[in-house]
């Protein structure tokens, strides 16, 4: 019989509390006898072996995780050999395709769950299966606030989608699909079999969408194995990649090697400059920010600017660039660009991960295998490719992802020799997803290529948890005219399959009274990217009136909740600026160490 590494016998793991506590006989037997009736033994459980966790985020309501299901197997073969007993448990799904009324409503509630399961059952150390946009953060920032070991397995992307010999990326293609409906290029069913080209096999989505991202920056923070993100989900690699988890996570819970140990600071600021060499969601400084926000590290959208602004585009993957997943993973994966972001001296290589090796370590040596995929430093797709941060009237900050800002953009906003990072327009505002999807076509709204759209109403408590839907199309009279984008401003969120040139995550919205709430269809607003500003062109007074006819009307008005959960999370939910967390759950930190074992 395998016996648990002797460190993790000296020192007492927490699951001894539950089985093994001569002091609490009679609570002892009683957790012993029912983690017993399906089949694990006494003398098991009373072996000093660790409890390790899979924590399963897999099911049929959530596609994009379900092969977990699949690997969790190798996992446990993993924890098994390596002298562990697995507990697989279900994490409350979340499907960012098929959740109504969005996805973004269910990672606190994830978060909430988890957090209440690592904490109260025998647990020793867990495997988190992470994939699809908001499992990723919701596992990682309950792992931060419990803080006992962790190691995250992501479910990997799907195949390539292809369609008439052409890469058809999952989530892209339907933006770009909808146009060729709009034009009436293409009908219904024509449209729906072109979108469907993108999804060929289980995994998520093979764009560099916020899954691809937050997979990618959970491998640059250290909480996965190296080059672990890319694999495809149906390669064979991506099983043997679990077995490798499964082991590996035992003797994390050996050494006691703590989330709190891997997520440092100098590993947040590795994962913001990685995310601007893959071109990374505009998602991923809500999720970065919420889960050192629970970890208890310094981190604000400020930091986004400073350290990951100037990177430039090394992955060219869509929407930014052209291929996908599969292309990915064979040019070399996260590993590949750590390597080249190294060279450069832009990374922290000291930074602690999983393995128990540092980043450096870990991808140093790394090649690039596919230069057109993965490009060298010395020759980026793009040179500054980060987030800017704009501040203004309109909002205290709201993101642009400057990867996506296209020739045709440049060329019709940003092309005065005068201001060539600045431009204005008047703008026509709508009120949450409905409103925008009900008028956009309107030509009562005199919608022309200098128009600004605005989306409001779409922020954390307006719709809640915020909505991807900032990136609206125009149009179709402009679309018919060539016109494939309009800059979008909101203080919702957007898909990170998006490739629209949209100012986001508008903080505070306008449900939490932002400057966005006073706005007027008709207004004109002015961005100047340059100086990184963002205001509407309305005096003082004028804005003073406004406010206090919003104020005597009580508030931005949005819809009622729905659900339970919908009010509980509008109550206490903060601002996509500071990660959109349950502010009253960010003081309960380090659970299994400041409270310890219950
Ligand atoms: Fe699940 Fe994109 S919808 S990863
Ligand atoms: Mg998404």
Not at 76 to 97: C, D, L, W, Y
Not at 288 to 296: E, V, Y
Not at 395 to 423: G, N
Not at 450 to 470: C, D, H, K, N, S
């Amino acid at each position: 019989m395998t016996t648990a590494p002797s460190s993790a016998e000296a020192r007492k793991l927490r699951s001894r509390a539950w089985f093994d506590d001569p002091a609490n006989a009679d609570m002892t037997a009683l957790y012993l006898e029912r983690y017993m009736n399906f089949g694990l033994g006494l003398e098991e459980l009373q072996s000093g072996k660790p409890i390790i966790g899979i924590a399963q985020t897999g099911s049929d309501l959530s596609p994009c995780n379900r092969h977990h299901i699949v690997l969790a197997e190798r996992v446990r073969e993993g924890i098994r050999e390596a002298g562990g007993i697995a507990i697989e448990f279900p994490v409350h799904p979340i499907q960012e395709t098929g959740k109504r009324p969005t996805a973004g409503l269910d990672r606190n509630l994830a978060y909430l769950g988890l957090v209440e399961l690592l904490f109260g059952y025998p647990i020793d150390g867990t495997v988190l299966t992470i994939g699809c946009d908001k499992t990723t953060p919701a596992c990682l920032m309950a792992a931060a606030t419990v803080n006992i070991p962790a190691i995250a397995l992501s479910v990997g992307p799907m195949l390539n989608g292809w369609h008439k010999g052409e890469r058809t990326g999952s989530g892209t293609i339907v933006w770009k699909a909808r146009e060729l409906l709009a034009a009436g290029e293409i009908d219904y069913k024509g449209f729906i079999k072109l979108v469907a080209s993108s999804a060929p096999s289980t995994g998520f989505c093979n764009t560099m969408g916020t899954a691809t991202t937050m997979n990618s920056l959970t491998e640059a923070l250290g909480m996965s194995l190296p080059g672990s993100a890319a694999i495809p989900a149906p390669y064979r690699d991506r099983q043997e990649c679990a077995y490798l988890t499964g082991k590996q996570i035992v003797e994390m819970v050996a050494v006691d090697r703590k989330p709190s140990d891997v997520m440092t600071r100098a590993a947040f600021l590795n994962a913001i400059r990685v995310n601007s060499a893959i071109g990374g969601s505009t998602n991923a400084p809500i999720h970065l920010n919420a889960i050192a926000r629970h970890m208890g590290v310094e981190l604000t959208i400020d930091d986004w600017e400073a350290h990951g602004r100037d990177v430039p585009l090394l992955v060219n993957l869509q929407p930014a660039g052209e291929y996908l997943g599969e292309d990915y993973y064979r040019a070399g994966g996260v590993p590949a660009v750590l390597s080249e972001l190294i060279g450069q001296g832009l990374i922290d290589e000291s930074a602690l991960t999983a393995n128990g090796r540092t980043i450096g370590d870990n991808c140093r040596d790394a090649a690039i295998e596919d230069e057109r995929v993965i490009r060298r430093f010395a020759d980026p797709i793009l040179p500054a490719a980060g987030l800017s941060v704009l501040r203004g009237n309109l909002f205290t900050s709201a993101i642009m992802k400057l990867s996506v800002i296209t020739p045709e953009f440049r060329e019709r906003y940003l092309s005065d020799p005068a201001d060539p990072d600045a431009f204005e327009g008047p703008v026509v505002v709508f009120d949450g997803p409905e409103d925008y999807h009900a008028r956009i076509d309107d030509p009562a709204l005199g919608i022309d290529e200098r128009t600004l759209l605005i989306m409001r109403g779409a922020g954390p408590i307006g719709y809640p948890g915020a909505a991807e839907v900032v990136n609206m199309r125009p149009p179709v009279n402009l679309i018919k005219a060539g016109v494939h984008a309009l800059p979008c401003i909101g203080d919702g969120r957007q898909s990170g399959t998006s490739g629209s040139p949209s100012i986001l995550n508008a903080s505070p919205e306008a449900a939490a009274g932002g400057g966005l709430a006073l706005l007027r269809t008709g207004d004109r607003v002015r961005i100047d990217l340059g100086k990184g500003e963002a205001n509407m062109l309305v005096d003082d007074a004028e804005l003073a009136e406004r406010r206090a006819a919003l104020e005597a009307a009580g508030g931005y008005a949005y819809p009622a909740s729905q659900t339970p959960w919908q009010e509980i999370q509008r109550d206490t939910i903060g601002q996509a600026e500071t990660g959109a967390v349950l502010e009253g759950a960010v003081k309960y930190r380090k659970l299994a160490q400041t409270v310890g074992v219950p």
